[in-house]
């Protein structure tokens, strides 16, 4: 047995959800995958765009941090779909997630970060 995460949900366990709840999980992927794209190409503009801070490596801290916030979500956000959807399939209860703390603890560090690249 693999140690690695199931990627995808296990169609032959349990039994067919109602669609409009599979739906549901999927309309939620779509929009974590969103957030996780926005964060991901505000960090490649970051580095494109902004001029160096007063402070060496600041900017490529910053866009680095955002793609790398982006990469965790959009990773996460997989993981998330496939357990509600096999939690789904098995009448399970759906499994908590900690994408909200994680993004919300992301944008907190980004935010100082930023405040404090733009006070030096």
């Known amino acids: ?59 490529e801290t910053l866009g680095a941090s955002l793609i790398i916030l982006g990469t965790v979500l959009a990773t996460g956000s997989v993981l998330r779909w496939a357990s509600a959807e096999e939690a789904m399939r098995q009448d399970r209860p759906i499994p908590t997630t900690r994408l909200p703390i994680v993004l919300a603890a992301g944008v907190m560090i980004v935010t100082v970060m930023v405040t404090i690249l733009l006070l030096v």
């Open 1 to 59: 047995m693999s140690r690695l995460p199931r990627i995808q949900p296990r169609r032959h366990v349990g039994h067919d959800p109602d669609y409009r709840f599979t739906l549901a999980n999927e309309r939620t992927f779509l929009a974590w995958i969103r957030t996780s794209l926005a964060l991901i190409a505000g960090g490649l503009a970051v580095f494109q765009f902004l001029p160096e801070f007063g402070v060496q490596g600041g900017r």
